[in-house]
């Protein structure tokens, strides 16, 4: 899991440390900055050799900006050319990001983004095979590039300046000198780094899209709309299917639900051709000879918990992912109930999540004596900057929480923060 | 530490914050305690619109009235103190001495010296520690305004030689009559409008140089400079 972040200069956070749970919740007024962590997050995460693609970014759910919004804007700004991001998931795995646009113009909204040390390691190792033959240094040189052999193997493939210079000092290298082996400590080249944390996107669910009305990204195996919800369920084993529908009664009148992999239910008359969702719902109440609606009829509170569901309990998802606003489309008690269940599935299927909602209701379901689970809140300090703060309980309250307390109604009645001063 | 302010209205707790922010408190821990966030639209149904504006506007002023109910209820105090949130915590009680006649307390008569000033500030706090029948005690700070707040904010504006701003008999209108509250006039909220004037106060060198202009204010933040001293 990924215990700590420190970000620095991204957006409107310009610096704030966090310390992360299992399932983390972030409330704070509009605008406060939530989605911004989501996306410092969601930014270190599209680190792939060195290098952000900007497709990755939008893929994943990140508004991407010209650099200089992407940093921080604000006027006593000391590091204004680089966003930091320093990853800690366990005490011996840390990851320090220090990331530049890589493009001769410096605010090209189109720059991909490149993490600083490769630039200098590259430009100092340009000028070290220049000059080695006068400084004659070749144990300085090989250290040089025992660390940039790897990154430049891992990028010489694309068409880009950089994928050309790490080809051409590659060959360049391997006529002159034995290559030393790749070091295989590296984080971001291991499969740990690989599985968990490369993966995560931030899914921000959209009906029309949960419907199969609308396409949506291109990410696997769910898109973060809530595209393809069918395919995935439709390629669940057994197992995943019966927990699914153990929660059936979260929505009263569902009865079951279908996969028409073969579309015929659509020739049948059970939709328009405007859908491209093959998942159909059964409702209990109805004739069973005439209850089956599908995805662009059915109420779209069940495709919105639905989704939740799949997502925890399917192999396929990422290990780690956030959610953007958890509350849309569903009602109160819902949200409550949800909330407890997706912290115990998380824990069940090892899965660590962000989420951030304006709905009070899912504070009450979260259960804040549990240490994997958290809730923080976001302000903006006097000087606009995003600040995080856990919300923590007093230890000796345990047995103590009646309901005059519950965390919805300090929430709104302005116990804790979290909403606006203005009005 | 988490800071709530009770305080006649909003303008108040603007004021105080910024006061606050010079001890380095950070805004997220500054809780502005709102009664009226207890109730809903429904619950206030029937008031018409300019009833509705007028409201709001005497929120941002307020009175003794909503202090006083907030100390008899205790309500926001037991919402605020005993909740289950790990924070310590200290509350601000604001009043101006202006209307205190109303509520039995017996003004000074014509006040001129700071123990004059400070006699005044006891009785108010006597009184506000009697209607919470004596709870709290060691967890409240005072922030008692002589004549209004508005003499606290005129301190910024005082200029060298100026006697406290206490002794000014309407200070909200010598306010008003100053040129920086014209440059703010275009903000609808009254309590924008005392945000800003009052911004200086979260400057240490600003508010250490205002507090020589009035008493009242020098024995609030010397309160609440050893309050946060003690705690931290």
Known sequence: ?423 | MEIGIVAEGHADQFVIRNILYSFDIEKDNIRFLRPELASDETEINGKKQKERDNEDNARDFGSWTNVKNDCESKFPFRHFFENPLEEERIMIIQLDTDTCSQYDVQEVFNPKTFADFQEMRNRVIQKVDEWLGNDYIGKLLYAICIRQMDAWVLTLYATQNEKDTGLIAMPKNELNSLKAYKSVKSYRQIRKRYEILSGDFSNKKKLKKAIEYNQSLKDFVESVAITTATTS
């Not at chain 1, 900007?54 to 992407?70: C, F, H, N, Q």
């Not at chain 1, 006027?75 to 680089?82: A, C, G, L």
């Not at chain 1, 159909?280 to 509170?301: L, R």
């Open chain 1, 1 to 423: 899991m990924l215990q700590e972040i420190t970000i620095k200069n991204f957006k409107s956070i310009a610096e704030d440390t966090i310390e992360l749970g299992r399932v983390n919740v972030f409330i704070g007024e509009n605008g406060c900055g939530k989605s911004n962590i989501l996306e410092a997050v969601g930014f270190a995460s599209a680190l792939e050799n060195g290098k952000i693609e900007l497709e990755t970014l939008v893929e994943k759910g990140i508004r991407v900006a010209k650099p200089s919004l992407m940093r921080g804007s604000f006027s006593k700004n000391k590091n204004k050319d680089k966003i930091e991001i320093s990853l800690s998931f366990s005490k011996d795995k840390k990851l320090d990001l220090h990331l530049i646009p890589n493009s001769e113009d410096k605010d090209d909204i189109y720059a991909n983004w490149i993490e600083e040390e490769l630039v200098t390691s590259i430009q100092k190792l340009t000028s070290f095979y220049q000059n080695i033959k006068a400084i004659g240094d070749e144990k300085e040189f090989l250290e040089v590039l025992k660390n940039v052999i790897p990154i430049l193997e891992k990028n010489n493939q694309g068409n880009d300046k950089l994928s050309k210079e790490s080809s051409e000092m590659l060959s360049a290298f391997k006529g002159i000198l034995p290559l030393p082996n790749a070091p295989d400590d590296s984080l971001y080249f291991s499969d740990y780094f690989q599985s968990f944390f490369s993966h995560f996107v931030i899914y921000s669910l959209s009906t029309p899209i949960l419907r199969g009305l609308l396409d949506d990204s291109n990410i696997d195996p769910v898109g973060i709309y809530g595209g393809n919800l069918d395919v995935l369920i439709a390629n669940f084993d057994k197992e995943e299917r019966k927990e699914l529908l153990e929660y059936n009664y979260l929505i009263d009148w569902l009865d079951s639900f279908v996969v028409d992999t073969n579309d015929i239910l659509k020739l049948k008359g059970y939709k328009l051709n405007r859908s491209q969702s093959t998942l159909y719902f059964t409702d209990k109440y109805m004739m069973k000879k005439n209850n089956i609606f599908s995805s662009e009829n059915a109420n779209e509170g069940i495709l919105h918990v639905l989704f939740y569901l799949a997502l925890m309990i399917s192999k396929r998802t990422p290990k780690f992912f956030a959610i953007d606003n958890i509350e849309s489309s569903l009602n109160p008690h819902l949200c409550r109930h949800l909330m407890t269940e997706l912290c115990k599935l998380a824990k069940k299927h090892d899965k660590q999540l962000l989420i951030t909602t304006h709905n009070p209701a899912i504070l009450d379901g979260l259960n804040l004596f549990d240490e994997e689970v958290r809730l923080f809140v976001v302000s903006r300090n006097k000087t606009g900057h995003t600040k995080t703060r856990r919300v923590k309980l007093k230890p000796d309250v345990q047995n103590k929480m009646g309901e005059k307390y519950k965390l919805s109604e300090l929430w709104t009645r302005g116990y804790l923060g979290a909403i606006s001063e203005n009005f």
